[in-house]
Nanobody, 128 residues
Framework: QVQLVESGGGLVQAGDSLRLSCAAS????????MGWFRQAPGKEREFVAT????????YYADSVKGRFTISRDNVKNTVYLQMNSLKPEDTAVYYC?????????????????????WGRGTLVTVSS
């Protein structure tokens, strides 16, 4: 079992930057593909970014390409989401996710019940 704890959310203005962190428990962190998803009010949770087990490859939703960067530190058991040029439409609760069996490329297309572990989320609010 893995526990995920997100942090770094807050209230910012459009154009600002923010970095989210996801701390994972356990000694098998490198066995998991990691990802970030987000859920805006009244909408379903959507894929944001994923990273391979080694951190060598990343995948992004079209809406965040060029603005967001996902990375992982396998020594600290932590995944990050660097968010630049934030827009009001980025406002959402951001969730960290971990999955043992999937690939980073495929993780973004998986439903909530298909992903092994989820954090409780951290709220990002971007004002115009």
């Amino acid at each position: 079992q893995v526990q995920l704890v997100e942090s770094g959310g807050g209230l910012v203005q459009a154009g600002d930057s923010l970095r989210l962190s996801c701390a994972a428990s356990g000694r098998t962190f490198t066995s998991y593909v990691m990802g970030w998803f987000r859920q805006a009010p009244g909408k379903e949770r959507e894929f944001v970014a994923t990273v391979t087990r080694s951190g060598g490859s990343t995948y992004y939703a079209d809406s965040v390409k060029g603005r967001f960067t996902i990375s992982r530190d396998n020594v600290k058991n932590t995944v990050y989401l660097q968010m630049n040029s934030l827009k009001p439409e980025d406002t959402a609760v951001y969730y960290c996710a971990a999955d043992l069996k999937t690939t980073a490329q495929a993780m973004g297309g998986r439903r909530d019940y298909e992903i092994d572990y989820w954090g409780r989320g951290t709220l990002v609010t971007v004002s115009s």
